[in-house]
C-alpha cells in the first residue's frame, strides 16, 4: 500500500453544492506542491457503459493523469477502475443538472454515500427551484494523490483524484436563462472514489482551493 504524503484537514462539501453556493460550506486548504511526476496513462475508445459502473476500463476512456506514486500492478489497475468512475461520475452531475434535477436515472451508478445523497438532494432543490446548470463541468489537470488497498482484502479500497474545474464554464440559473460571463477561475476540487460490492464509485468530495492551474 502506498498512499500520497499530503493529509490535510478536510470537511466534507456537498456535491458541487458548495461550491455553487459560493463555496460557503466548505472549510478551503491551500493545496500541497507535491510536484507530481509522470504520468501512466491508458487511452481507450470511448462507450458509454449501459447500466452501473465497470471495473473494465476498455468502456471508458481513461483521461491522463500525473502522480508521484511508485504504483504497483494491483495499484495501477485501482486507478484505472477508479477513473472509470470518476468519468462516470462527472457525466452524471451534467446529465442531473443540466436537466434541472429531472433526470437523475442511474444517479447511483457512480456514486454512493456522501456522494450520492448530495446529488439527489441539489436536484430536489434544482427542481423545486425551477433551476437548471448552464454550460458543462469539466474536470482538468487531474493527479492521482492516494491509493491506499486492503492487501486484508483486494474489494476496498481508496484511490484520492484532485482536478482543477472552471467556474466560469457552469452555473446553477433559472430555467432558460444562459450561461453568465464571469472571469474564470480555477477551483481545486478533491474526488474519494472506493470500492465496495465490485464497484468503483465517487463517495465523497472536498474543496482544497480556491485557485489553481486552468487557466
Not at 472571469?183 to 472514489?193: A, E, N
Request: a negative charge; glycine letters at 6%; one cysteine or more.
Amino acid at each position: 500500500m502506498r498512499t500520497g504524503s499530503s493529509r490535510p484537514y478536510r470537511r466534507p462539501s456537498q456535491i458541487f453544492v458548495a461550491v455553487l453556493s459560493a463555496l460557503s460550506l466548505v472549510s478551503v486548504v491551500g493545496c500541497a506542491d507535491n510536484s507530481p511526476v509522470a504520468a501512466p496513462t491508458s487511452t481507450l475508445p470511448a462507450q458509454q457503459p449501459d447500466g452501473g459502473s465497470s471495473d473494465n476500463p476498455a468502456e471508458v476512456a481513461i483521461p491522463d493523469y500525473e502522480t508521484d506514486l511508485d504504483l504497483d500492478k494491483e495499484e495501477k489497475k485501482a486507478v484505472e477502475g477508479a477513473l472509470v468512475a470518476f468519468v462516470g461520475y462527472i457525466d452524471t452531475i451534467n446529465r442531473v443538472f443540466s436537466s434541472g434535477g429531472k433526470d437523475t436515472k442511474k444517479a447511483d451508478a457512480y456514486a454512493r454515500g456522501e456522494s450520492l445523497k448530495s446529488l439527489n438532494s441539489e436536484a430536489k432543490t434544482m427542481r423545486a427551484s425551477n433551476e437548471y446548470m448552464a454550460g458543462e463541468y469539466k474536470a482538468y489537470d487531474l493527479v492521482v494523490e492516494s491509493v491506499d488497498l486492503d492487501q486484508s482484502n483486494p474489494k476496498q479500497g481508496t484511490v484520492s483524484v484532485l482536478f482543477c474545474t472552471k467556474d466560469s464554464e457552469w452555473s446553477v440559473v433559472p430555467e432558460g436563462e444562459p450561461l453568465p460571463s464571469t472571469v474564470p477561475k480555477g477551483l481545486t476540487m478533491q474526488h474519494d472514489i472506493t470500492h465496495a460490492d465490485n464497484d468503483w464509485k465517487v463517495a465523497n468530495q472536498f474543496l482544497r482551493s480556491k485557485t489553481c492551474g486552468a487557466d
